[in-house]
């Protein structure tokens, strides 16, 4: 097995060289399709006639703040963090459903923020975005074949015999067969199972090379979970599809990712491999006090056990005034003098394991504001 790799580049974006076992070939593990740097995000809230009515001042919302990451072809990374932290206006930025405030994002090294006219469209050709809810993802009143032919029909599909093709082949794909059972059903008359199915048939039908999957299975039931997410993964591998999966279950994405990146307050504190030679890495072996914090929140279905409250201490984040310093300052059990004074740095704390933490740091040693 090739040693896995991991650096940072001149512009601070972490790269990560998948391991030679993975399902995708030699020459797409060495081509980086997706390179973020610096990427920001900023909300105006507030203010104006309206805002002094109600009484709502003037506001910025510092919805993401410099994120920076690469993603290799094939490759597969999870980001997670609890509601609110930036993930999905991330994945919205990244298929260029938002306009980042500052910030780069390079496809195939082309910057995307200058799309426009028909290079806009071929973008969008190649990124597709799965929604969450799939009952509000679709039309009620089409039926599955019109969803599935408008992106077909929005992108130069004129033979009428091609699409239904495209469409019966992509139905088999996603496990819903017979195919032709389900092109004149509505919304209404199929499972939620079957609708989020028919959701991913959508976001893959004009074969994208990169897919932002926000919250993919978390309006099913535990159930039909597993067969959504082993077809995703199937998917993925058979169409060497690069995928963001967005999620709040910590599970899900040490099952289906390659890397996990953990994000509060608009950045991400924690990023890594989900898996190191089979064995869970970052869930497992969680180095910063936040991501700490998330694995111990999660519930064990063992009465028996006892239960460790979470070391966090307790508020809400304020997406509106972030602290000088490190950003987790107000909640976190290991906060130093070092936190409340400077930003941190990216340390590696394991192996191809970094953190955004001043306790792996050169003030690793100073004593933490709650011995004092």
Not at 82 to 107: A, D, Q, Y
Request: glycine content about 8%; overall charge negative.
């Amino acid at each position: 097995m090739t040693e896995q790799k991991t650096h940072a580049t001149d512009a601070g974006t972490l790269v990560w060289d998948a391991p030679s076992d993975e399902p995708t070939s030699a020459s797409q593990k060495d081509s980086v399709l997706l390179e973020v740097q610096d990427l920001s995000k900023e909300f105006h809230v507030g203010g104006g006639l309206a805002g002094l009515v109600r009484g709502q001042p003037a506001q910025t919302v510092y919805a993401v703040n410099e994120v920076s990451f690469t993603l290799r072809r094939g490759e597969s990374l999870g980001l997670a963090g609890e509601s609110g932290c930036g993930k999905t206006t991330t994945g919205n930025l990244l298929v260029k459903m938002l306009e980042p405030t500052s910030g780069r994002i390079l496809f195939e090294g082309q910057d995307i923020s200058g799309l426009e006219g028909e290079a806009l469209k071929a973008f969008r050709q190649r990124a597709q975005l799965m929604f969450q809810n799939p009952y509000e993802a679709l039309n009620p009143r089409f039926t599955i074949y019109r969803s599935l032919v408008e992106p077909l029909l929005i992108h130069g599909w004129e033979k009428e015999s091609d699409r239904l093709e495209r469409i019966l082949s992509t139905l088999r794909r996603v496990n819903l067969r017979p195919p032709e059972a389900f092109l004149n059903k509505y919304p209404h008359q199929l499972s939620g199972g079957q609708l989020q199915r028919v959701v991913l048939a959508r976001s893959l039908v004009l074969d994208p090379d990169f897919l932002v999957a926000d919250e993919p299975v978390s309006m099913l039931d535990v159930s039909v979970r597993a067969g959504i997410l082993n077809t995703m993964r199937d998917l993925a591998r058979e169409m060497g599809l690069t995928t963001l999966y967005i999620s709040h279950d910590l599970s899900l994405l040490q099952y289906t990712c390659d890397r996990i990146a953990v994000m509060y307050l608009g950045r991400i504190v924690e990023i890594g491999p989900a898996r190191v030679g089979g064995t869970p890495h970052v869930i497992e072996n969680p180095q910063h006090p936040y991501t700490q914090a998330l694995v111990s929140a999660v519930p064990v279905p063992d009465p028996s056990l006892a239960r460790v409250r979470p070391r966090i201490r307790e508020g809400v984040p304020k997406p509106t005034d972030i602290p000088p310093g490190c950003p987790f300052q107000e909640r976190c059990p290991e906060v130093m003098q070092a936190c409340l004074d400077s930003f941190p740095p990216w340390v590696e704390v394991d192996q191809q394991q970094y953190a955004l933490c001043h306790l792996y740091g050169e003030h690793a040693d100073s004593p933490k504001l709650s011995e004092r």
